[in-house]
Nanobody, 114 residues
Framework: VQLQASGGGLVQAGGSLRLSCEASGTTDSIVFMAWHRQAPGKERELVAAITRYGSTNYANSAKGRFTMSRDNAKNIVSLQMNSLEVEDTAVYYC?????????WGQGTLVTVSS
């Protein structure tokens, strides 16, 4: 399974960005996909996750601002990020759990300026 993330960039505080992650290498619907992020000098942390059936889970910092969705037919997940804050600046990584293995995308940089 390969994961290709896109959609990062530079945005002002209060703005929005939409990240996407496409999984290839399988025609199966991947059971679990998630977004993590890693800010400079900090550990990687979970931002949001979604199951094959659409059940979502969000970090407290993301609740009410971020929305994760998926297209099972295309194995694409998206992360709509609104009301972005400077503290959201990080490299965002897509993750998939499939057939007992964990796969990571290459990361996409999100920079929020004040």
């Amino acid at each position: 399974v390969q994961l290709q993330a896109s959609g990062g960039g530079l945005v002002q505080a209060g703005g929005s960005l939409r990240l996407s992650c496409e999984a290839s290498g399988t025609t199966d619907s991947i059971v679990f996909m998630a977004w993590h992020r890693q800010a400079p000098g900090k550990e990687r942390e979970l931002v949001a996750a979604i199951t094959r059936y659409g059940s979502t889970n969000y970090a407290n910092s993301a609740k009410g601002r971020f929305t994760m969705s998926r297209d099972n037919a295309k194995n694409i997940v998206s992360l709509q990020m609104n009301s972005l804050e400077v503290e959201d600046t990080a490299v965002y990584y897509c993750k998939a759990i499939y057939d007992g293995n964990v796969y990571w995308g290459q990361g996409t940089l999100v920079t929020v300026s004040s």
